[in-house]
């Protein structure tokens, strides 16, 4: 048994004394957002998707970490990331995650002096295509970026754990 105790990477978020993400999901309409962005290769699997208490695993590049997210509130949610061992996070998104994993090419872009985050899904999720940004606090105004589209910050069926349940190409099954 490995024991890696890593760092914690983040802990806090705003003006919340808890670790605490707040977050906003919107869908993308066009391609304009590509423009001189770079992306990194995320794999992520889930070891928990109980609404109320979600256990990842990142693989991003070389970077792995494991994150424990609470229930989604208002936007926000209380979150903890520690880094753990790359051969841990390969060795537990090989055995012990749920299926399929989450995989997606993650792109920085930068809109009006923010930093937002647009996924491009891959594997049994190909096709959709979600831009997100963190907020210091909950009611902070941001500009929106014309290329951005319905926002699914609300809709759980967008949560990158319930994607691992019932992924993107399924949804036309229903």
């Not at 991003?60 to 926000?76: C, I, N, Y």
Request: aromatic residues 8%; charged residues 30%.
């Amino acid at each position: 048994m490995r024991m890696a105790p890593g760092p914690r990477i983040s802990c806090r978020k705003g003006d919340d004394p808890m670790g605490t993400e707040i977050e906003r999901r919107f869908l993308v309409n066009d391609d304009r957002w590509r423009d001189g962005s770079s992306f990194i290769q995320l794999k992520q699997g889930f070891l928990s998707t109980d609404k109320e208490r979600i256990v990842r695993v990142r693989l991003a590049g070389e970077a792995a970490t494991l994150t424990v997210k609470g229930l989604t509130r208002d936007h926000q949610k209380s979150e903890y990331e520690y880094a753990i061992p790359g051969q841990d996070a390969l060795e537990m998104l090989a055995s012990l995650c749920l299926r399929p994993l989450i995989e997606k090419r993650r792109f920085r872009v930068k809109h009006a002096g923010q930093i937002w985050d647009v996924d491009e899904f891959e594997g049994e999720n190909h096709g959709l295509v979600i831009a997100e940004i963190e907020l210091k606090h909950r009611d902070q105004p941001f500009p929106r970026p014309p290329w951005l589209g319905m926002e699914v910050s609300d809709n759980p069926r967008y949560f990158n754990s319930n994607l691992a349940m019932l992924p993107y190409s399924r949804w036309k099954e229903e």
